[in-house]
């Protein structure tokens, strides 16, 4: 049967596999060239173009009056782009709104939607015309300075690139999902871009570090906080990939007696208003924003979202800050610089990649058009050359066309005119035949001439024609650059502000507070702080362990013999009245261990702790720190060895002394730090265990206090000084019988 199948129908066998590719394939470059991704050298993709070019077929100018949006895209769908009315209609609608384009190529009227989300009017309701931007654009489309195309029905011609004498790409920005491939392009200040187009034709190797001082970064629509460092920036502009984080603007709004709101006057490009307010309520009602009491939308025709702070004790930044987290506040708008090089070539390129194309274009351009033009001065030449040689010989001419059969072919002979010539003197009207007329002729011809040497000229160097596509940017940086109220640069840099992320903290009141600690273990705090605690009162057999002056932010860490550290939050402990609760009921310890310490967490502070048998390291009091009912375990004691101290590790020497009245002193960079571990052995003792440690600075002297509350220092240690797990010598004469420092905290 040859290639024909088994089923005797004349039908071919084609591999599935390579018909798929194929056409996939196919369907793929469709995608990339003719719909998803941007041409670099007008920023368009072709409906766009499409819609630009029928509208100026429209004559649709900014000068002009304007159409319905329905006669455009019947134009746009019948003669170019055969594809679904409102796609066509949608594409037109996002050209005309002023925060969704930076430089809008459309003018419309009526309804065209607005940032909270809501659609355009119907096409039938609303007109549309040109922008000025939009003429730039297209500006010299008629004067041979690009290549067009058959439409798809081959009734129409149609461009496949506009001249673009205005920087469209990176002004408008792009995005865009192909097959395998996408792009996303960010606006841009058009002032920025000229200006750094400027630098890159003075300096053609000008780097991506230099250009970015012109380009700083883009500019939306909306506005907005850029806080994306620079040097990600760099790095983004310099490989074409990357992103910007913006945030919404916001200030704050003093209400009197120390209550405020926060009003935000600008949201993040492509963020919609109505949707964003309905995530932030949504947020609320799942108690994910607890700083957040409210927010309403006082917007008229400038944004106002204002949002209430839950008291008036919340740090604003602090408040802002978790709404950037969660919420759409804050933005990230990618950078894939994914565009059609040289109109063909799908292609990442980097910022100055994309300026030079862009340039290159505009050369090509330049040159075009002057090549036009001197086609059209060498046709005119030749037919004022025709037009001499009649006044010159008017009467032949007139006998020649009134009495000759063939008056062409006899002008062409008698007076050795070519066909265009000759086609011209039979069309010149009889009130060109004045005297006048040979004078004009003879001022239009020397002008045309002068005209002719200076494209020549032009065409000829390379600097020449720099010069002029420079003097055409300048010319757009003037008429949308920052200075004209369409071109001022809308959204601004800043940094990111550093804020200690702790929401449960800031929804405290600080207040003063004296946390009490019982033998027994029962924990309470009273307001204030204590400086007499003989006062207080305990249950029978109860008495004072530890008073801790703090406030109800703060957190209180315990320590306990089984080398466990437990962290409590000032303000959930019981108030002052009674006794307290027990602090098992707070935290897992078992009925064998005991609380050894108790203090308020400070962060950044060392910690020396160490067991019974004399075994010690040193420990970050971050490291410690869990909010936990299990508590950390942090140093490892096995029984019948306990944790017994925990002290601040300030100074750079450690005393440590034991059960046997032996004192030893060794230099604090002995011991290890670790996160947890045995420790390593401070004393060696022969009967007994550890009685107390802690550290000091030698320089200051070694500090206790006596049975009598008087305090001694000694700074004369040699006798005592040796290396860590020595054995040591009875201490200074005066030190307490109780082998004890005093208090560490």
């Known amino acids: 049967m040859g290639e024909h199948d088994k089923s005797g129908n004349g039908a071919d066998s084609i591999n599935l596999r390579d018909a798929l590719e194929e056409r996939y394939l196919a369907y793929a470059l469709s995608t990339i060239m003719h719909r998803a991704l941007p041409d670099v050298r007008d920023g368009l993709k072709p409906v766009h173009r499409r819609l630009l070019y029928a509208m100026q077929q429209l004559k649709l100018d900014p000068e002009g009056g304007f159409k319905k949006c329905a006669r455009v895209v019947g134009d746009v769908i019948g003669k170019y782009h055969p594809h679904g009315d409102q796609a066509v209609y949608d594409a037109l609608v996002r050209l005309a709104q002023d925060f969704a384009v930076r430089f809008p190529l459309i003018e419309g009227q009526g309804n065209f939607g607005n940032v909270d989300g809501d659609n355009a009017a119907a096409m039938r309701y609303t007109e549309a015309k040109l922008t000025e931007v939009a003429a730039a654009l297209l500006e010299n489309i008629g004067d041979d300075t690009v290549d067009f195309n058959e439409t798809y029905d081959g009734e129409e011609s149609e461009p496949t690139v506009l001249p673009a004498n205005f920087p469209n790409l990176l002004a408008n920005g792009a995005t865009g999902i192909a097959v395998g491939m996408a792009t996303s392009i960010p606006p841009h200040n058009v002032g920025e871009l000229c200006d750094a187009a400027l630098h890159l034709i003075k300096f053609p190797n000008a780097r991506v570090d230099k250009l970015t001082e012109f380009v700083p970064g883009p500019d939306f629509p909306t506005g907005g906080i850029i806080v994306e460092p620079h040097g990600s920036i760099l790095e983004a502009y310099k490989t074409g990939r990357g992103g910007f984080r913006v945030r919404a603007r916001w200030e704050k709004e003093n209400l009197g007696r120390g209550g405020y709101v926060i009003v935000v006057t600008e949201i993040p490009y492509q963020v919609q208003k109505a949707r964003l307010i309905e995530k932030i309520a949504d947020l609320m009602q799942a108690r994910k924003l607890p700083l957040l009491a409210d927010i309403r939308d006082e917007s008229a025709e400038d944004i106002r979202l204002v949002i209430e702070p839950k008291s008036r004790s919340v740090d604003p930044d602090l408040l802002m800050e978790s709404l950037f987290k969660v919420t759409d506040l804050e933005s990230r708008i990618p950078l894939n610089m994914n565009v059609l090089s040289r109109g063909k070539v799908p292609n990442v390129l980097g910022l100055r990649d994309v300026l030079r194309e862009w340039l290159d274009h505009r050369q090509v351009v330049l040159v075009r058009r002057s090549q036009h033009r001197l086609g059209k001065i060498e046709r005119r030449l030749e037919v004022l050359d025709g037009y001499l040689i009649a006044y010159l010989n008017l009467d032949e001419v007139i006998r020649i066309i009134r009495f000759e059969d063939e008056p062409k ?337």
């Not at 009245?661 to 730090?673: H, P, S, V």
């Open 409 to 745: 072919q006899e002008l062409m002979r008698t007076f050795k005119l070519s066909d265009v010539q000759a086609e011209a003197i039979l069309n010149m009207r009889l009130r060109a035949l004045r005297k006048l007329e040979e004078m004009e002729i003879r001022t239009e011809n020397g002008k045309l001439i002068a005209e002719q040497s200076d494209i020549n000229k032009l065409l000829k160097s390379d600097k020449a024609q720099w010069a002029h596509i420079a003097s055409e940017i300048k010319d757009i940086r003037t008429r949308f650059g920052k200075k004209t109220e369409l071109g001022k640069r809308r959204a601004d840099f800043a940094e990111a502000p550093e804020v200690d992320f702790d929401i449960a903290s800031a929804m405290i009141e600080k207040e003063p507070v004296t946390v009490v600690l019982s033998q027994k273990g029962w924990i309470r705090a009273m307001r204030g702080h204590l400086d007499d605690t003989s006062a207080l009162q305990f249950k029978e057999d109860d008495t004072l362990k530890r008073a801790r002056s703090a406030s109800t932010t703060d957190t209180l860490v315990l320590f306990a013999t089984n080398g466990k550290f437990y962290s409590l939050g000032a303000d959930k402990l019981p108030g002052g009245r009674g006794h307290g609760e027990p602090v098992r009921l707070m935290i897992e310890l078992e009925e064998n261990h005991d609380i050894v310490e108790m203090f308020v967490h400070q962060p950044g502070r060392k910690l020396l702790v160490a067991s019974s048998a004399g075994y010690g390291f040193i420990v970050k009091e971050d490291d410690v720190v869990a909010m936990t009912r299990k508590g950390k375990q942090v140093l490892n004691v096995s029984e019948p060895d306990e944790a017994m101290l925990c002290a601040p590790a300030d100074g750079n020497m450690v005393a440590v002394i034991g059960e046997n009245r032996k004192m030893l002193c060794f230099a604090l960079e002995e011991l290890n730090e670790m996160s947890r571990g045995r420790g390593v052995r401070l004393q060696r003792f022969k009967d007994g265990g550890m009685a107390d440690a802690k550290t000091y600075t030698k320089s200051d002297g070694l500090t206790w206090i006596d049975s009598s509350d008087r305090t001694w220092t000694v700074t004369e240690l040699r006798d005592w000084t040796g290396s860590r797990a020595q054995a040591g010598r009875l201490p200074p004469k005066g030190f307490p019988k109780a082998n004890r420092f005093g208090p560490k905290f």
